[in-house]
């Protein structure tokens, strides 16, 4: 999977378009923020891989708007035959995630939806949560 199949896929799965757009401009975000991290950490992210997740986030919204669409955004990616570190990926991006014994009163299946990084470097980072710290970072 490519950032350049990613698209294809959000037409395919029948994303609405507010989402696809949406989805773009969090990749085109999320790669300046990859450009960024990449120039200051010895382990590069790799932004082929970020660019595509960014892209792919939120394709559970073509099935749910509710809290599930995390869920079944893996559920369609697993579909669609994706790698299964974007599937990990796109279903532990809700929020600021949840652990495995809420996701049970939420009647998900019982594992842990907790943030999950796409870069390849040895601090914990999500793009998400990450977005705040390096607004500072890419304007200075």
């Not at 507010?18 to 969090?26: G, L």
């Not at 010895?42 to 869920?71: F, K, M, Q, W």
């Amino acid at each position: 999977m490519t950032p350049e199949d990613a698209p294809h896929l959000l037409h395919k799965a029948n994303c609405p378009p507010d989402v696809i757009a949406h989805a773009r401009a969090v990749a085109e975000y999320a790669r300046e923020i990859a450009v960024q991290y990449n120039k200051k950490h010895l382990n590069p992210a790799d932004i082929e891989l970020v660019i595509t997740c960014a892209l792919l986030h939120d394709i559970g919204h073509a099935r749910s708007n509710g809290i599930d669409y995390a869920v079944a955004g893996a559920e369609i990616a697993q579909a669609f035959g994706l790698d299964e570190l974007i599937v990990r990926i796109i279903k532990r991006h809700i929020g600021a995630g949840i652990p495995k014994d809420e996701a049970e009163r939420l009647g998900f299946q019982q594992e842990n939806y907790l943030s999950f990084t796409a870069m390849n470097c040895t601090t914990s980072v999500t793009l998400e949560n990450q977005n705040q710290s390096m607004i500072g970072e890419l304007h200075s």
